[in-house]
């Protein structure tokens, strides 16, 4: 049996998260940033060419929903999946929660993913992401929670846009093509996703997919430990294998 009760405490721990003072602390919303006219540039001698100024680089334009056809997030879908970790049967329950929460002044699309391993709760993952007008999802910071002998922590690898030098960046593009690189930096170090197909088939429990994107997900630190995602359009993610195990889609709601 599931133990209910600490996931649902977990879960209301969670939702608060979701606030930007807890437990991040309060952030500044995103800014193109532009230089001040009040006191112009000094006149250069005659003859010489004055230095432009670059221009200022305007913030994605966000839009409400999170459709791309290899990443959709439509509030109240349920994705389980099913496998092994390390020897360990692996479940994974991942949901999108009707509400969203502002990061940087952006409202995200926020998704929940549980672990539970041998039928043990074993850590609670809450994901950030949002999507430009261009079709490109963009991740905004995940907080996960490991429980170790019924004792939440949160992981040393959370971070949050706007929250000690962490930025958004693009997690998949709107039309992904083979050779994509998609790299994200944050506290915990860098996260590297390069598209390596756009024509991989997926058989798993849930059925087979074709005409899916497969992504490999490294980390600079620890080049071993790579990932290997599959994406399958108008599902999202249907397959993920590492060195360590592997899950696959079983159910979709």
Not at 114 to 121: K, M, N, Q, T
Not at 158 to 180: F, K, Q, T
């Amino acid at each position: 049996m599931k133990p209910l009760t600490l996931v649902s405490l977990l879960l209301v721990f969670l939702a608060a998260a979701c606030h930007d003072n807890v437990p991040f602390g309060t952030v500044e919303p995103i800014s193109g940033g532009s230089g001040s006219t009040a006191n112009p540039p000094p006149l250069l001698p005659e003859g010489d060419d004055p230095v432009p100024e670059p221009a200022p680089v305007p913030p994605p334009a966000y839009v409400e929903q999170v459709d791309n056809p290899y990443f959709p997030l439509r509030p109240g879908t349920v994705w389980v999946y099913e496998g092994d970790d390390e020897g360990q049967v692996r479940r994974d329950e991942v949901r999108v929660l009707p509400t969203k929460a502002r990061v940087m002044d952006v409202a995200c699309t926020v998704v929940v993913q549980e672990v539970y391993l041998d039928g043990e709760a074993a850590e609670v993952t809450t994901f950030w992401f949002v999507q430009d007008d261009s079709g490109n999802v963009w991740q905004f910071g995940e907080q996960s929670i490991e429980i170790e002998e019924g004792v939440p922590t949160i992981s040393e690898d959370s971070w949050r846009a706007g929250v000690d030098g962490a930025e958004p960046w693009i997690l998949l593009g709107g039309e992904p093509r083979v050779g994509d690189v998609y790299v994200g930096v944050h506290p915990a170090g860098m996260d590297v996703y390069t598209i390596v197909s756009v024509t991989e088939t997926a058989t798993t429990p849930f059925g087979t997919f074709a005409d899916c994107v497969a992504a490999e997900e490294t980390n600079p630190d620890d080049p071993e430990d790579a990932d290997r995602i599959i994406y399958a359009p108008g599902v999202g993610l249907v397959s993920e294998e590492s060195a360590g195990g592997r899950i696959d889609l079983v159910s979709m709601r």
